[in-house]
């Protein structure tokens, strides 16, 4: 029986480990060999700053596009040699992509400087998309700095044609290299980015939709 037991156990749990226990101490040893903790699920912010002019347009703000490292829940390290790594202690509070559109329509609407934001699932008709892609979102080391880089376009809803685009990044120190520090400091980088979106937008002449055709 005792000989059974030790072939459930996890091979780091056998090495070395005396076989003076039962069933019940078998179990308990087993479940502590194999539990890990939880990662410690981060958000992220929009941030509240007032834009320096208002638009009238109504935007519908899309999901951001990502390569497969960008669009889960991971908080992801980058080496100077472009090796991939994440931090296991930590994840996101939802999936990257996601996460992000709604803190970014979240920071237009506390602008206050558009005449309506939604996302394309509300039904809401639309001067323009705003249509972007996670281009980086990580930790970088050595040089231990968060680096958040979106790309920006504005689409016409009504011709398609793209009406402005615009590259959009920001780099923060991190104090460790460690699931709070990092996720402090992405978090900051894309507020800078999202605020410097907002106010792009609020700047860009956006036709409305029901304006005649020239």
């Not at 700053?49 to 390569?67: D, F, G, M």
Request: one cysteine or more.
């Amino acid at each position: 029986m005792r000989s059974g037991l030790v072939h459930l156990l996890p091979r780091s749990c056998r090495r070395g480990r005396p076989l003076r226990f039962g069933l019940l101490g078998a179990v308990i040893m087993l479940s502590a060999c194999s539990s890990t903790p939880a990662p410690t699920t981060y958000d992220l912010t929009a941030p509240v700053a007032a834009a320096r002019h208002s638009n009238a347009s109504q935007i519908l703000v899309q999901p951001p596009a990502a390569i497969a490292v960008f669009a889960g829940r991971q908080i992801v390290v980058k080496d100077a040699a472009g090796t991939i790594s994440s931090l296991g202690n930590g994840q996101w509070a939802d999936e990257l992509p996601a996460l992000v559109q709604a803190r970014l329509i979240y920071t237009f609407e506390n602008a206050s400087r558009l005449r309506a934001v939604a996302r394309p699932s509300s039904g809401a008709v639309a001067d323009a998309q705003l249509i972007s892609e996670i281009r980086a979102f990580q930790i970088e080391t050595p040089a231990g700095e968060a680096f958040v880089e979106l790309s920006a376009k504005l689409v016409s809803d009504r011709t398609g044609r793209i009406l402005n685009g615009r590259l959009f990044r920001a780099r923060v120190p991190v104090a460790a290299i460690d699931a709070p520090h990092a996720a402090r400091a992405l978090d900051e980088a894309l507020s800078t980015v999202m605020l410097n979106i907002v106010r792009w937008v609020s700047t860009t002449s956006i036709p409305s939709r029901d304006a005649p055709e020239t």
